[in-house]
């Protein structure tokens, strides 16, 4: 079924903007295209994981931008947040079952750690990807990434010209 990616994540941002007062949200686009096939409760779910860990992991609050940017048929989203950051050493286990950062800044914050891993899950099983870079004490960026439902090519709300140039693009690609 076609999701609207976008859609997904002001609902869940709706909720956070009541209840994380120290934080305010922001949503960056470069794109015009939030459609992917796929589960939207399970979409959603990922995009509460990754919200809540940006406001959890910044307790002194902060900005969380969302960024959409469309690259070769897929939706980029970033969630950056200003909070502690992790540890280069921690950057490969953090999408591991049950792993949490063992570290003083954060020994107060609950959590299980299996909100990365379950989110990783869901990504994949929807063709996706996630990534993240981190400066300790900065803030992290965590980037996923969506197979788009509609190649560009196909948009009949698009002008011919802009579907000449999506043309020329996929063939360069191949
Ligand atoms: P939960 O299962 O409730 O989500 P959790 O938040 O501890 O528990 P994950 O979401 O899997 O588990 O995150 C794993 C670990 O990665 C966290 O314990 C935290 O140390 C670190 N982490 C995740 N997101 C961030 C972030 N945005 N900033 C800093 N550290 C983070
Ligand atoms: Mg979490």
């Given at each position: 079924k076609p999701v609207n990616l976008k859609e997904i994540v002001e609902?869940?941002?709706?909720?956070?903007?009541?209840?994380?007062t120290k934080h305010s949200f922001f949503i960056e686009d470069s794109t015009d295209c939030y459609e992917l096939i796929g589960d939207a409760d399970k979409i959603k779910q990922v995009f509460n994981n990754f919200i809540s860990n940006a406001v959890k992991y910044s307790p002194n609050g902060g900005l969380i931008i969302i960024r959409f940017y469309e690259k070769q048929g897929n939706l980029f989203v970033d969630i950056e947040d200003e909070g502690l950051g992790i540890p280069e050493d921690a950057l490969s286990k953090l999408f591991t079952k049950f792993y949490r950062v063992d570290n003083?800044?954060?020994?107060?914050?609950?959590?299980?750690?299996?909100?990365?891993?379950?989110?990783k899950e869901?990504?994949?099983?929807?063709?996706?990807?996630?990534?993240?870079?981190?400066?300790?004490?900065?803030?992290?960026t965590?980037?996923?990434?969506?197979?788009?439902?509609?190649?560009?090519?196909?948009r009949p709300d698009k002008s011919s010209e802009d579907i000449d140039a999506a043309?020329?693009?996929?063939?360069?690609?191949?």
């Open positions: 609902e869940v941002l709706d909720s956070y903007r009541i209840n994380a003083s800044d954060r020994r107060q914050i609950g959590g299980t750690g299996l909100g990365l891993a379950i989110s869901i990504v994949t099983a929807h063709g996706g990807g996630v990534a993240v870079t981190s400066a300790l004490g900065k803030g992290s965590f980037t996923l990434s969506f197979p788009l439902a509609t190649k560009k090519e196909m043309v020329l693009i996929v063939e360069d690609d191949d």
